[in-house]
């Protein structure tokens, strides 16, 4: 199972589906960078699926390895390991467990580089998030946009970072009302950036990864005016078509693969590209060390 990772959740159609496709296998292998994403009960999961009858109940182990505390929104959290029990998992997990770095099985590669490059928003888009982080509302060009809650206005924020947008229909709300999505779109600070690092690239090719899949459309639709061979990977491409993409820019035939970290930010490998573009980071602290 690889990216096993994504079988943390007992509860999951594809943990589920996981558990029952290796239940009678002979030998079963969890592969992933990540086996913990968020809590120790992440793991449980995972070595589930790798002997099934070393870990039957979930709550029993739980109340034995892991130390629960009281979050601060007034639910369980599951924040660390026990203390006094900790050695005792260690002795059953460490047998379980095969580590290898990249520094010990690909020493020919070089180490990572990273490099910040800071955009200036355009003038629409700096009105609009000026506007939203101050009082929760934005006046576009083509309506007003109203933040509800602390988090719609972070996700508003993120996007007029990005983009400038514009309201669409989205049909009706439960009391008759109409409702409005907004669409990313030009001027782009980020689609900006991204054809200056395209330039300075040169035949290289390069992975563009970004949460927002408006913003992959909005910047592949640029790069493909200024005539850049582009292919993308998001969840509104067919699956078939994703691994056509995949494999016309393995073979150099495209020169940008714009891919969303949802769709594509784990499975899958570019061996041929070395330079990777973030224009925006995951919440998620797994899904940006998956993605590089």
Not at 143 to 152: C, E, F, I, K, Q
């Amino acid at each position: 199972a690889d990216e096993s990772h994504r079988a943390k959740d007992p509860r999951a159609k594809q943990t589920r589906a996981l558990w029952a496709v290796g239940r009678d296998a002979a030998y079963r292998f969890a592969l992933t960078g990540t086996p913990i994403a968020n809590s120790p009960e992440d793991m449980w999961a995972l070595m589930r699926c790798v002997s099934r009858t070393e870990y039957p109940v979930k709550w029993a182990w739980i109340k034995r390895y892991v130390l629960e505390s009281m979050s601060m929104f007034g639910f369980t959290e599951r924040v660390m390991l026990k203390p006094e029990t900790s050695d005792e998992l260690f002795r059953i997990l460490d047998p379980r467990f095969l580590r290898r770095t990249k520094a010990a099985v690909l020493p020919q590669l070089p180490p990572k580089t990273y490099t910040t490059r800071y955009v200036s928003m355009s003038t629409k888009q700096r009105s609009a998030y000026e506007q939203m982080r101050k009082g929760m509302v934005a006046e576009l060009d083509s309506g007003v946009l109203l933040a509800t809650d602390p988090l719609s206005k972070t996700t508003r924020l993120v996007q007029f970072a990005s983009a400038y947008g514009e309201l669409e229909p989205a049909g009706m709300d439960d009391l008759g009302q109409p409702r409005h999505s907004l669409k990313l779109t030009e001027p782009s600070c980020k689609a900006d950036a991204l054809e200056e690092i395209l330039e300075e690239t040169g035949d290289q090719r390069v992975v563009v990864f970004a949460e927002s899949r408006q913003l992959v459309e909005l910047c592949a639709k640029r790069l493909r005016q200024a005539g850049y061979k582009v292919g993308q990977v998001t969840g509104m491409v067919p699956e078939a078509q994703r691994q056509v993409n995949l494999e016309a820019f393995n073979r150099g035939d495209l020169k940008v693969l714009l891919v969303t970290m949802g769709a594509g930010g784990a499975g899958l490998s570019f061996p041929g590209c070395s330079i990777a573009v973030f224009l925006q980071r995951s919440w998620s602290s797994v899904s940006n060390i998956q993605a590089e």
